[in-house]
């Protein structure tokens, strides 16, 4: 992958990236994955998928997505290179939201 999961720049919102980083985890649905890859994941896009109605609490999305990363950091195999590629967007973008203070 040549582009960043997160080039787009500055003018994007936690909203915006909260919701990229859920169909990131999202796509993941639709590939064949190793089964604890799989959990791993799922829980991520369950609390990715609780951040699309609250992404306007700067904390709450630092906390939320500093435990998405955490978890997302247990997947080291998915089975499936395209599962792979969301998966790595997503420790991209999980990391963004957890390490900067945005407007939402």
Known sequence: ????????????????????????????????????????????????????????DPELVRDRTTHIASLLENVDETGDETATEHVETAKALAAELASEERSS
Do not use: C, F, Q
């Open 1 to 56: 992958m040549t582009d960043s999961p997160i080039a787009g720049g500055a003018d994007r919102t936690s909203a915006d990236i909260v919701s990229e980083l859920h169909e990131a985890l999202a796509a993941t649905a639709e590939r064949p994955l190793e089964r604890t890859a799989s959990r791993w994941i799922g829980e991520a896009e369950a609390i990715a998928a609780d951040l699309i109605d609250a992404p306007d």
